[in-house]
């Protein structure tokens, strides 16, 4: 995938949205996905649960995994395209066919730190 930078920012003005995330669902039962953000200078996000959290509701909604109709656990995969690969844990609550509340999980590392200094 080679996603058009320009387009999507043009796109991102017209739908008043700022990233666009790309998945598909592993025969794992695990998702792959891509996040992309150029409106708002994230070219890629190697990994970020504020893609994977909505795609949790999304999936229970539209059925796209098995769950028991109370919760869906999946793995969502992304970063291997930048060689940063990472995983976060979605797990989704169900009432009634939809998500009532979404949680993630995952494990970070410190890529750089630097000092903020105000006034």
Not at 13 to 31: E, K, L, M, Q
């Amino acid at each position: 995938m080679r996603p058009d930078s320009a387009a999507l920012s043009a796109i991102s003005r017209d739908i008043g949205c700022n990233g666009f995330y790309p998945f598909v669902v592993r025969d794992d039962a695990s998702t792959e996905g891509r996040m992309f953000a150029p409106a708002i200078g994230i070219a890629e996000d190697p990994v970020t649960g504020n893609a994977n959290g909505p795609l949790g509701a999304y999936i229970a909604r539209h059925g796209l995994l098995p769950h028991d109709g109370r919760r869906l656990s999946f793995d969502g995969h992304q970063g291997r395209v930048l060689r940063r690969d990472g995983v976060v844990r979605v797990m989704v609550e169900i009432e009634e066919g939809e998500a009532i509340s979404v949680a993630i999980a995952g494990d970070a590392v410190q890529l750089f730190s630097a000092d903020l200094r105000v006034g």
